[in-house]
């Protein structure tokens, strides 16, 4: 029996440590930081005026004629302008 104690103790002094919590707070905080940096470098946003024609729209570009004219565009402008009101 005191060979069985003695092993269970030799196997939980095995387990392994973690790490210290400084280093991994610091490693976080790095990570955080570079990830910032790339969503700021990566993502930028799309102005609301042009954000419908940016994703909803089938064309991949207009004429400045086209754009100026555009039914969908300028109904949801129109919308935006009720909703503000309101």
């Not at 610091?26 to 954000?51: H, Y």
């Amino acid at each position: 029996m005191d060979t069985e104690i003695g092993f269970m103790l030799t196997e939980i002094n095995a387990i392994p440590r973690p790490p210290n919590n400084l280093k991994l707070m610091a490693k976080i905080k790095t990570l955080s930081r570079i990830s910032k940096w790339l969503k700021g470098a990566i993502i930028v946003n799309v102005p609301e005026d042009i954000a419908l024609c940016e994703y909803d729209c089938s064309k991949e570009q207009c004429l400045q004629g086209e754009w100026k004219t555009c039914k969908r565009r300028l109904q949801n402008l129109s919308e935006r302008k009720r909703q503000a009101t309101e």
